[in-house]
């Protein structure tokens, strides 16, 4: 077989062409939003990195969403004592990443929080029992877990059940009033002067992520079976050298 000599233009093309691949989006570009390497990494399957990043996504959105509400809805995070917005979405961030909830909700957890944040008579802070109470469903539903390892097994009905709760508390947020028939919590905003339709999105994208993980659940289950059947039928004999 004859060798092509590789040419120093050739070569060029190559290299521009490898790094090309290589390289990360630049500024003000998107693209994939990997993880960096870490050892615990070595305890997980490809799944259980799907549904880790799916969950750090979801919490990421949350966060947007909390950030959005607040800008909103200032009165809320006058609420906490705090002396700006910027702490109050730190403190709201910190109680979701302990999972201790706000001191007027302790003893409650996921939905029954949800419930009270929309509940026209609560008196505390609704933005953040609204996040809070979300996160909280959605890291309920995976085992109370942000990252997952290769011991966990998942629930493909609770996750696709947390994906109906955020479906619902969306919609809530946009029709609940309180006595006087206002909003609870103005979010999306469609007028003559603006319209925002940002928190829809947002809350479209974790509804997406929980719905698509729990139809993978759903699939890995099946093709457990499947595979043990294609076995048997098609009698395959395990190597013993």
């Known amino acids: ?11 060029a093309l190559l290299a521009a062409l490898l790094t090309g691949c290589m390289t990360s989006p630049g500024p003000g570009q998107r693209g ?3 993880e960096e390497m870490s050892a615990d990494q070595l305890a997980q399957t490809d799944f259980n ?6 969950v750090r996504d ?6 947007s969403l909390l950030d959005k509400l607040y800008r909103r809805n200032p009165r809320e995070w006058r609420k906490s004592g705090v002396p700006d917005q910027a702490a109050a979405v730190n403190r709201v961030k910190h109680s979701i990443e302990v999972r201790v909830p706000p001191g007027d909700l302790a003893g409650l957890r996921d939905i029954q929080i949800l419930a009270v ?9 609704r933005v953040g029992a609204f996040i809070y109470g979300l996160a909280d469903t959605i890291i309920a539903a995976h085992n109370g877990k942000t990252r997952l390892y290769a011991t966990d097994a998942l629930d493909g009905q609770r996750v696709y059940n947390a994906a109906r709760n955020v479906e619902a508390a969306a919609w809530l947020l946009a029709s609940r009033r309180n006595n006087q028939g206002e ?3 103005l979010a999306n905003e ?8 940002s928190f829809e999105r947002e809350f479209g994208a974790i509804i997406g992520r929980l719905d698509l993980i729990a139809n993978l659940l759903g ?15 098609l009698f395959n004999f395990l190597p013993v050298r």
């Open 49 to 54: 990195r799907t549904v880790t990043l799916e």
């Open 58 to 63: 979801n919490l990421a959105s949350l966060y």
């Open 1 to 11: 077989m004859t060798a092509w000599p590789i040419t120093a233009g050739v070569a």
């Open 183 to 185: 909003l609870l919590l």
């Open 219 to 233: 699939e890995n289950s099946r093709r457990i079976g499947i595979n043990y059947a294609q076995g048997l039928l």
């Open 32 to 34: 994939p939003k990997g």
């Open 117 to 125: 944040s929309l509940d026209p008579n609560y008196p505390g802070d």
């Open 190 to 197: 469609m007028s003559q002067n603006a319209t925002n339709l």
